[in-house]
């Protein structure tokens, strides 16, 4: 349906009136309502359960000002566009769900303008997350699923088969996920770090470059990564068959690159290059300070934020930073001398690969916030070189003193946020 393949954001009033002039049925993902009075509690129980109905089914849309009507089969379809005018509906209503659903549903609501008013809509994501979503308020504490034209109190039976259709493609996407990103990293297997994010429920043609178009690199630059060390690969990023790449330098073959980033259409978002290893003074052993790391692990997530952003993705992603070494080196925390590692740390990071993971992140959720996804990356790289948790943060999860004293304003912004 031509209806589905718009982004809530090019949604018209042609597409709205279009529904209506195909008799367009409801369906398992869609469904119309001719009004919404939030004043009326049984309205508001009634758009908890529909909500919580199609996110447990397939996901869909939900459309608040459109009416429906029966036709001679007996089925019900698109009628005629019913305006809404109460400005106050949109904020209203995503309070309703965010309330009274459990856990809260993933969600984004839309007001598309029309002659008089507007039409409301509701997009829903399916619960593939890992759970399913109760109506927790008005008295309820049931789950919902979406039939053919209405919404249908879920069985026992019903749920448990849920749960476990939930499971399965849970471990699927999973498997999914790890060989995508496991591809992706072959193509620069060279390269000593690898900083990685990846859309939860991405799809093919989620980045693609005619909405982003040839711009990208120069919005980049100059907007996302303008102050991170990584802002010169911003311009080589140019469009190829699988979304947006760049590497440099640009005169040898993509397995000779010093430098990476990639951009595929699923969301994926990749960074990759050569780690500054040096040896110690009397070259007996190699040593890392792990800014650099984060340098690029902020690049990454900060083009992973803004890529999604515009392409209307609301999901969890997952996160990934990779060291790939090929002998033994120390980790050093701020302050330390390398000439005197091997007294104060005798075991070294040993060479081979090394993955960091945060299995599911949600910006959203933290309001783009960078600095839940940083912490445990650098926890896990300290962990790697045997410390509990990486020592700029104190056991409260907080910038120790001597951390915030030394680090760059630029990064420290991105761990104190």
């Not at 398992?28 to 129980?45: S, T």
């Not at 759970?131 to 069985?155: A, C, H, P, S, W």
């Not at 440099?248 to 990476?260: S, V």
Request: charged share 25%; glycine share 8%; net charge negative.
């Amino acid at each position: 349906m031509s209806f589905f393949r718009k982004n809530l954001e090019e949604l018209l009033e042609p597409d709205l009136m279009g529904l209506e002039k195909e008799d367009t049925p409801e369906s398992i993902r869609l469904e119309f309502k001719r009004e919404l009075n939030l004043g009326d509690k049984m309205q508001k129980a009634e758009a908890a359960k529909d909500v919580s109905a199609m996110a447990n089914t397939a996901g869909g849309r939900i459309l608040y000002g459109v009416d429906e009507r029966q036709i001679p089969d007996g089925s019900t379809v698109a009628g005629s566009v019913c305006p809404l005018t109460d400005a106050t509906l949109k904020p209203r209503l995503e309070d309703v769900l965010l309330s009274t659903i459990f856990p809260r549903p993933r969600f984004r609501t839309w007001e598309v303008g029309v002659a008089n008013g507007f039409v409301l809509v509701v997009e829903l994501y399916p619960a593939y997350s890992g759970d399913l979503y109760m109506v927790t308020g008005f008295k309820e504490n049931r789950f919902y699923r979406r039939g053919e034209q209405r919404t249908i109190l879920m069985t026992e039976p019903e749920i448990r088969e849920a749960y476990a259709r939930i499971a399965a493609s849970r471990l699927a996407l999973e498997a999914s996920i790890e060989d995508m990103m496991r591809s992706e990293c072959e193509r620069v297997q060279h390269l000593e770090e690898s900083a990685i994010v990846v859309p939860w429920y991405g799809h093919r043609q989620l980045v693609d470059p005619r909405q982003f178009g040839a711009s990208l690199s120069d919005c980049l630059a100059n907007e996302v990564l303008h102050q991170n060390d990584w802002r010169s690969m911003a311009h080589r990023i140019t469009v190829t068959g699988d979304g947006y790449r760049g590497y440099a330098p640009t005169e040898g073959q993509l397995g000779e690159c010093k430098l990476y980033v990639s951009i595929r259409r699923n969301g994926l978002v990749h960074f990759a290059g050569k780690l500054d290893i040096p040896n110690s003074t009397d070259g007996q052993f190699r040593y890392m300070y792990p800014h650099g790391c984060l340098q690029t692990m902020i690049a990454a997530l900060l083009t992973a934020r803004w890529i999604l952003e515009k392409a209307a993705y609301w999901g969890p992603v997952r996160v990934e930073y990779r060291l790939r070494v090929g002998s033994p080196f120390h980790l050093l925390d701020i302050g330390e001398i390398a000439e005197h590692i091997r007294i104060m740390r005798p075991a070294p990071i040993d060479a081979g690969e090394h993955i960091h993971t945060v299995p599911e992140f949600d910006f959203a959720q933290f309001s783009g916030k960078l600095k839940v996804p940083l912490r445990e990356l650098l926890d896990q790289m300290f962990q790697t070189a045997g410390r509990v948790r990486c020592p700029w943060f104190d056991a409260s999860g907080n910038l120790t003193n001597s951390v915030r004293s030394r680090v760059s304003p630029h990064l420290l912004k991105y761990l104190e946020e």
